[in-house]
C-alpha cells in the first residue's frame, strides 16, 4: 500500500518562506507524476504544482513565480518551496501521487 508523508508546514508571516517536503513509501515502482494540492477553509481543493519523473512541471497562476516543486534524490520525493508568502495561501497542502495517493495532509498558516 503506498503511503504519502508530507512534513514542513507550520506558521508564518506574510511574505516569508516554508518548504513542504514528502516522501512516499509501499511501492519499488517510480512514481511519474507527484505533485502538491491545498484545501483552504470552505474552498475546493485545488492544485498548486505538479511535476513528472522527467522534470515538466506545471503551476496554478496565483503561485507562479513564488512556489518551486522539485523532486528529490532518493525515490518517490518531492518538494514545494514557497516564498514570497501570503495570507490567501493559508490552506492544508496535501501531497499527491500519480493523481491515486493522498497524503495526511500539513497546515500552512500565512498571518498578515
Known amino acids: 500500500q503506498v503511503q504519502l508523508v508530507e512534513s514542513g508546514g507550520g506558521l508564518v508571516q506574510a511574505g516569508g518562506s516554508l518548504r513542504l517536503s514528502c516522501a512516499a513509501s509501499g511501492t519499488i515502482f517510480n512514481i511519474n507524476t507527484m505533485g502538491w494540492y491545498r484545501q483552504a477553509p470552505g474552498k475546493q481543493r485545488e492544485l498548486v504544482a505538479v511535476?513528472?519523473?522527467?522534470?515538466?512541471?506545471n503551476y496554478t497562476d496565483s503561485v507562479k513565480g513564488r512556489f518551486t516543486i522539485s523532486r528529490g534524490n532518493a525515490k518517490n520525493t518531492v518538494y514545494l518551496q514557497m516564498n514570497s508568502l501570503k495570507p490567501e495561501d493559508t490552506a492544508v497542502y496535501y501531497c499527491?501521487?500519480?493523481?491515486?495517493?493522498w497524503g495526511q495532509g500539513t497546515q500552512v498558516t500565512v498571518s498578515s
Open positions: 499527491n501521487g500519480a493523481y491515486a495517493y
Open positions: 511535476i513528472t519523473s522527467g522534470g515538466s512541471t
